[in-house]
Structures are given as structure tokens and as C-alpha cells.
């Protein structure tokens, strides 16, 4: 593995199911500081929804419309210039809808970018330390009945600041691969990794 001062890239990969109920947070840069987390919102009457939402005010997503988080492909960069925002409504920093499921007349429906989503990836811009930088999220989706199935297969983000990063890089001499401790540690958003800064 490189050596953290070598690194521009650092890649974090996971396996965690976002179960109905819960949320699963995502700590980019390991600050032990949550960037973002995906929400599985779920309802006894049929609703279900998957959200990805800011934990600070200035973190925004790649979306488009009245705040749809785009489901990216491999190999899309992910930088200044993009369509990242986020829309504001009852959470304090926005959010950003997935995929939304409901039943109408004893049939499920579902509508959104990450309904049949396979290694699909989040454009993420967040601060570190006051700077912009830039990351992405890979999940599996389905939602072609309920309840929705998700899972985050990973996260990665660019230690230089402003750089742009490509979606799905997970390999070459500018890459560090980090492994939380426990799926325990991914999914409370801390970090059980030595603390060392990349870019920081």
C-alpha cells in the first residue's frame, strides 16, 4: 500500500445493506467527522424511500431537477463545474431523493434515477477543513418491489483540493485502499483507522 503522503486518491470499500428504518453514515476523508449519510425511509403502509443526505451545510450532491441525486457511471469525473447542490426542506442541511416507492391500488411503483442501479455511483462535494474537495459513493440498488434493497459498496474521495476525481477509480500509484476496522465502525460513521491526514 502507498504511503499516505503519497496518496491522492483515498478508497474506502464497504458491504453494508441501508435496512429499512436506518441510516448509514459516510465519513470521506476518516476525521471521525460524518460527511454524509443514506437514509431508508420505510413505511407500514407501503412507502419507502432512499435519500442521500449532507451532514454539513456546504456539502452538496451531483443532481439535477428539484434535487435528484444522479446515479452515475464509471469512469464519469466528478469536479467543479458539475450539478451538485442539494434541495432544503424539513432536513437542517437538504437532501437528496434516490428512489421513491409507494402502492396504488394494490400495485407497487417506483420512480428515480437508482431504482435498477447496479455499481452506480454518488458525486460528492464536501469541505475539509474549509476546502472544497471531491469524492464519490458506489451502492447497488434495486427497487423494483418493495422493500427497496441497497447497499454501500464503497467511497472514495481526492486529497487535493479543487481536484476533480473519476467515479469508480480504485486502482493505480495515486490510490490508497483504507479498510474500516468493522462494518460497526462504517455504519456508526466512526473510524477505527490510525490517524493519519491525506491532503489535509
Known amino acids: 500500500m502507498a504511503q499516505p503522503a503519497e496518496a491522492k486518491i ?25 460527511d454524509f449519510y443514506l437514509n431508508h425511509w420505510s413505511v407500514t403502509s407501503g412507502g419507502d424511500l432512499l435519500w442521500i443526505v449532507p451532514v454539513n451545510h456546504a456539502n452538496e450532491i451531483w443532481g439535477k431537477g428539484t434535487m435528484v441525486a444522479s446515479a452515475l457511471a464509471a469512469g464519469v469525473r466528478i469536479g467543479p463545474g458539475e450539478r451538485f447542490h442539494r434541495r432544503i426542506h424539513h432536513y437542517p442541511y437538504g437532501y437528496a431523493d434516490m428512489v421513491n416507492c409507494g402502492i ?52 472514495a474521495y481526492e486529497t487535493i483540493p479543487g481536484k476533480a476525481i473519476v467515479a469508480g477509480k480504485t486502482k493505480g500509484p495515486d490510490v490508497t485502499t483504507v479498510s474500516p476496522a468493522s462494518l460497526g465502525h462504517l455504519a456508526a460513521g466512526a473510524s477505527a483507522i490510525p490517524s493519519w491526514r491525506s491532503g489535509k
Open 104 to 155: 396504488r391500488s394494490g400495485y407497487p411503483w417506483c420512480f428515480g434515477p437508482w431504482q435498477h442501479a447496479h455499481d452506480r455511483y454518488l458525486g460528492l462535494k464536501f469541505l475539509v477543513k474549509g476546502r472544497v474537495h471531491y469524492g464519490w459513493a458506489r451502492l447497488d440498488v434495486s427497487a423494483s418491489q418493495l422493500p427497496i434493497t441497497a447497499t454501500l459498496t464503497g467511497y
Open 10 to 34: 483515498v478508497y474506502t470499500p464497504a458491504h453494508t445493506k441501508i435496512s429499512a428504518h436506518s441510516n448509514v453514515y459516510i465519513d470521506l476523508d476518516h476525521d471521525g467527522t460524518n
